[in-house]
């Protein structure tokens, strides 16, 4: 919970729905994690009770079922989410109303909101946002697969990797080139049903992140109606580089939060060992190891919200965004490895929680852009004076 | 980021503030350097100019202006690069001033601070001894009672201005051991007892950094400042206003090192091209640059609750830990960038990264910083302010 | 496989011995990993196969079935079991001849070793080694099972963790105190027959070293005959002491060998991956990622081979096995993290070798002493100038 | 370790070198510091006492001991904490020496390296130049031919010994474009058209290292060290016995950094205990040994094999990569131990790091080392030994 003196981004009513949406995963999902995390995936029940306690629709327009509140309620979503200390099902969850429904809600007709933003908000429908593909990684604009025209439908022909939700989902974002010849420029966004000919996926084995189903899903012929693009033929790599920057913060944010909970158990574990005749937390060097990451999580933490209160302000923080996505999750990766160290011969056995945050957090650094394309994307703004600017 | 913090007035005060720098500080610095101290007369013009007091009270000669003037008034000092003179004028209007402003008399203020803030009588805060580093509990400067005076007997070292400053205002011991027995009392140079030597130091070289040593200094008690045993107390108050202060000057040097360096690989060719091209080094500007903005956006943050009356005791020790390492870090990669050059005294990487180099140390080494946090995170001991 | 050229601790026979290994691992060990893996234990006939080819018996006496072999054969082992890529097989295999028969080797009777050694060289019967308890960790000196004289017999009461075949073995090394209040000198060691009465085990999920089984043992008035305490009564906290630098070097080796085996299938993955349109072994970023690897690795080897070469030639190595041991696990987590990042999105996967590696390279910090004790230790004679004496 | 590599007789030159270094040496090195130069006497005094020349041949006034006696006289050396006098000796009698030595014809080998190992005559050794860096292959110092004698025109900086020495080994273009038109050419100081200026520098002090242009320095052909023309190879040739004396250095710093703070830490009492019990610093103290263990177990089994006669440039570079990396982080963290007398030119820290932090850019920065490792590692790449 957040300090609520000085500067607070918080009101009474975003720490009331934190503490309802904090008890309501105490009782719904915690006992839960363990089973998901063995089956591989979560089941659909789960998506209906968020739904149903309206937690997909928080910031979504009340015409369509939501509750129209402040992008800090979905800071808070995540921020709780990390607390069930199951990377697959933050994943899951959060797939579906920050990637799928949120292309939904920018770029979606009327029509289209009816058909899936509704249900999607109700928990009924599930989505998936699919972009990267075997051949190119973080590298957007080479993505291979093609929908090509033909009358009042597309064909949609490729294939897609690493897409959370892949496998199970109802309906998916696909991304796909209209104008190969265009590059970034002939990029457009397509709602795919699950139950389309031609439409397979499989699940992939993962290091972490196992109570999501991640998957590879294949396109041969799909065949797509025009009225499923999603916004402008075209204009899907606008799109999407414009969601990069909130992915980028919830991922940032997350790589915070992540590592504030890996510090709270810490504390409670080290508050409770003993070894050589003393409680272990009155371990100079273990309380020095506290004390420094506890500071770079306070930092960290600061960054991540003053970006949401500019990127609430309407700035534009490509620049920005990809900076905290790079530090906090290298730090979450940092502070993970080191609280795990301090459990000791536990920090290697499943029963202790180490073990699957050290798992699960490892893909903060490669997923929605890796250090590296990071690092690129920074240093052509930083160097290279490249302005990366809003698409009007 | 600076539409949050600033205002227009904060650009056009830095916009003045930077020009005045420009002509009559940067021509001067080298001299400086080599001097190993600043001139009194850069003191006055500081004065003049109201810069000395940027946000104390007007009716002593100060501006009066927000805390974000002084962020300002930092980052734009520290863009001379040298931490020596940022310290000559920050360690009699920062610290002296501070104690003065804070708990002196009002006859106090009239003898210290208005001629402070005019910058023609200029002080220095006495409070590490040579026996004890960071531990300000066991100062042993020992301050005796003698009818309506004091005696004073002991010595301190590393003290900013500590040789060339009108008086001191020293931490003493004027009751029981421990915390509980320190005051804070003003020293006039020229009493008699008080002797002092210049150090010869890595970095900071236009600063004056003297060893101070008291033998049966002679003080009247209207020279104590505040009340009597309440020393360690008003130290530690503006302990946070002063490692909150280490923390952006540390964020500000980084920030100067990350620019000085893509400047200069801008220019420099190597191989052919200009080293702005090299994935490698381009990686790095990326990863320190990124680090730099998330601690900036935290030591701005810190300020904004600072100005807002907020205790931030545990913040600013984080602050200050994390800031003064990232600055190491940053000062080190870009002095590295520079090849060669770097090592050059006459190109600017090799003294950013020497007077870089202080800031783990002074105002609390990181370890006794990581002692703070640890014991309010970890034992839950609370700082509460004496006030 | 190692350079010749120049200074070389290996012999002709020593490479003859490495590519035989090499082949029978890569025949009847490689193709099994993964179900073994799944199966978090290995059968019973990958032990009989090494027996029959005399690799568990390479450094033991002829009389006893063994080879006689210096200790580079022991070196070449555990380098090439790293590049099975699990460390649940190398561990399981290696605690057996490593830790269980070492001390049957030195300390055991000629009737013990008939009982155990013999069979066990030929694979026959399997041994664990159990020191470690849930109160205490890497405080040898803290246990607290106990062993009580009763008449020809000890009775056993207490229990272990983190036991390595701690399920499956057939006998097991236990370290109990029959003299608990001369604390370290009241230690002594007991070989225990699995099927002895009150004996029971449990196995515990792990993060990582998932091909092996890490027992949790209780022991309930386990009545163990006189003729089966190994060495002498109360000098087995000596006998564990000398053990730990063979361990510990072995385990810095290994951890050394573990970060080779990383870089050579990164090298192999950046040679085939394309990004941007050219292989990523061409990004100046990743190559310098790279190079600083490479030289981190070769320095550690080189350490723990002029290890090993004063250890044959008998120096007392206390400090410098716990140095090698600190370091090379440092380095080997931060090389696989490394290099998994490289591998991108790949590098989650489990069907690449980053996953795994990933997971069981994280028990380097932590089993065998964790780097805290080890620093303990290295202070303790660096600063306070203890001797840690060889016993005499 | 001593045992694999070290004798009785290299034990026994140990402590002759280190009564000789603390006897004529210790006294004088602040002075030599300030000075930045070192005198000519000490020059004489290496030579007449045999330590200048350890390894080289005895026909020439060497001592012709084998590669270990040089290991134990860095290691010596840099006991005397100062990079700069150590440079002073080494960039002549390692660098322009070494050059003399393996590709000097006989007469220059009379004219140099005997006068040069009695300490008479001193060298230093030009290869960088302002404008490249670390990119040898694309030296511009122009040597043209006229008739039997090289007319050279060129700067070149970062000298060691660039102002003070008696000549200079040069590397100067005489061919066309590329790593195959470069010649070294020794040039006596006294030759119209050699001028030089000396560099200030963050550390180093005690080495005089200059700035050379040659404005129609006009020499005879006889000069030209080797053959013409193969100038790159030479260079590369004794860059990895260079880069292996630098690796040896930063290990050496670096235990000198870690036995000054273990000694430092048992004296100094802070919080009422000496803090060689406080439990981070021990920690920071293992941790660091044992990085310090394994890179010198590196370092010294390199030697080994160079000394038998293994071409070792990857292993040299490694070597250096790291090990300059470990003796900064080393001398950085120990400094900090120090606390505020860390910062102190009067401790022994302050000038170890600042000396420790030109390893990772003089002799090819760490970014070159990469490539080159690189380059071996994943491209295959091989560079073959001249000979």
Redesign the interface.
Same mark, same amino acid.
């Given at each position: 919970m957040n300090s609520r003196s000085g500067i607070s981004y918080f009101t009474d009513e975003h720490d009331l729905f934190r503490q309802t949406f904090r008890d309501f995963l105490e009782k719904e999902v915690k006992p839960h994690i363990d089973e998901w995390e063995k089956a591989g995936e979560l089941p659909r029940s789960i998506y209906k009770k968020f739904g149903e306690m309206g937690f997909f629709g928080m910031t979504h327009e009340e015409k369509y079922g939501g509750s129209a509140g402040d992008m800090w309620y979905n800071v808070i979503f995540d921020e709780e989410l990390a607390r069930m200390n199951s990377g697959g099902f933050s994943a899951s969850i959060g797939a579906h109303p920050m990637l799928a429904m949120t292309h939904l809600n920018h770029e979606g007709t009327e029509e289209q909101k009816q058909r899936y933003l509704v249900p999607g908000i109700k928990g009924e429908k599930v989505g998936c946002l699919a972009i990267t593909e075997r051949f190119g990684g973080s590298d957007v604009q080479a993505i291979r697969t093609t929908a090509v025209k033909d009358g009042d439908d597309y064909i949609l022909n490729g294939s897609k990797t690493f897409i959370t939700n892949g496998v199970l989902s109802d309906f998916l974002i696909i991304v796909a080139k209209t104008a190969p010849e265009l590059k970034a420029k002939g990029i457009s966004l397509f709602i795919v049903d699950r139950e389309s000919d031609g439409l397979s996926a499989t699940a992939l084995d993962k290091l972490g992140w196992r109570a999501s189903d991640t998957g590879e899903i294949a396109m041969d012929n799909v065949r797509v109606p025009a009225s499923n693009l999603l916004g402008h033929e075209n204009h899907g790599f606008f799109y999407i580089m414009q969601h990069f920057v909130s992915e980028r913060l919830a991922m940032a944010n997350g790589g915070v939060a992540t590592s504030a909970y890996a510090m709270e158990v810490t504390l409670k574990y080290m508050n409770e060992r003993e070894a050589f005749g003393r409680k272990i937390n009155k371990f100079q060097v273990l309380r020095h190891h506290i004390a420094q990451m506890a500071s770079e999580i306070e930092m960290n933490r600061q960054f991540c919200y003053s970006l949401y209160d500019r990127y609430q302000n309407g700035d534009y923080l490509v620049k920005e965004a990809s900076m905290a996505k790079l530090v906090c999750t290298q730090m979450a990766d940092r502070v993970v490895t080191q609280c795990l160290q301090m459990f000791g011969g536990y920090g290697f056995m499943e029963e202790y929680p180490m073990a699957r945050m050290f798992r699960d957090t490892r893909l903060g650094q490669i997923g929605g852009g890796t250090s590296e394309i990071l690092c690129e994307i920074i240093s052509k703004i930083m160097i290279d004076k490249e302005g990366y600017q809003a698409p009007n | 980021?600076n539409k949050?913090f600033f205002t227009e007035e904060h650009e056009l005060f830095r916009q003045s503030l930077r020009a005045f720098l420009n002509k009559e500080v940067r021509p001067n610095i080298e001299q400086w350097e080599a001097d190993e101290e600043i001139p009194r007369s850069i003191y006055k013009r500081f004065g003049e100019m109201g810069f000395m007091g940027v946000t104390y009270p007007e009716k002593y000669g100060g501006m009066g202006l927000d805390t974000f003037f002084s962020v300002v008034y930092t980052e734009e000092m520290i863009k001379m690069n040298s931490s020596g003179f940022n310290t000559s004028i920050g360690a009699h209007a920062g610290l002296a001033l501070a104690h003065i402003n804070g708990e002196g008399s009002e006859d106090q203020k009239q003898n210290y601070l208005t001629p402070g803030l005019a910058g023609k009588r200029i002080g220095c805060l006495a409070i590490?001894e040579p /026996? #004890? #580093?960071? *531990?300000v509990a066991?100062i042993s400067t020992k301050a005796s009672r003698d009818g309506d005076h004091f005696i004073i007997n002991g010595s301190k070292?590393?003290i900013s201005n500590g040789v060339l400053s009108d008086y001191i205002v020293a931490a003493v011991r004027t009751g029981g051991p421990g915390a509980k027995g320190l005051s804070m009392v003003i020293i006039d140079r020229e009493t008699p007892g008080v002797s002092a030597t210049k !150090?010869?130091?890595? #970095?900071?070289h236009a600063s004056d950094t003297g060893e101070i040593a008291f033998d049966n200094v002679r003080i009247p008690d209207s020279q104590l400042l505040g009340e009597e045993n309440k020393g360690f107390f008003y130290i530690m108050q503006h302990f946070a206003s002063e490692r909150l202060g280490m923390a952006l000057i540390a964020v500000s040097q980084a920030q100067l090192a990350l620019d000085l360096a893509?400047d200069y690989?801008?220019e420099r +060719?190597?191989?052919?091209r200009t080293i *702005?091209k090299?994935?490698?080094?381009?990686?790095r500007?990326?990863?320190l640059?990124?680090?730099v =903005? @998330?601690?900036r956006?935290?030591v701005?943050? $810190?300020y904004?609750?600072y100005s +807002?009356g *907020?205790y931030?005791i545990k +913040?600013a020790? %984080?602050?200050k830990?994390?800031t003064t390492q990232l600055s *190491?870090k940053v000062c080190?990669e870009c %002095?590295?960038l520079f090849? #060669?050059y770097?090592? %050059?005294? /006459?190109y600017p990487m090799?003294?950013l !990264?020497?007077d870089s180099? !202080?800031g =783990?140390?002074?105002g609390g080494? @990181?370890?006794v $910083?990581? +002692?703070?946090? /640890?014991k309010m995170?970890?034992d839950t001991k609370e700082y509460k302010a004496v006030i």
């Open positions: - | 980021m949050i590490t /026996s #004890g #580093g960071s *531990d066991s070292t590393f !150090l010869k130091k890595m #970095g900071w893509i690989m801008a +060719e190597v191989f052919g *702005d090299f994935q490698v080094l381009r990686h500007i990326a990863q640059s990124s680090e =903005t @998330s601690a956006a935290f701005y943050l $810190l904004k609750q +807002e *907020d931030i +913040e020790a %984080m602050a830990l994390v *190491d080190y %002095m590295r090849g #060669g770097g090592y %050059m005294e /006459s090799a003294r !990264l020497r180099q !202080l =783990t140390i002074g080494t @990181s370890e $910083l990581c +002692e703070i946090i /640890s995170i970890i």
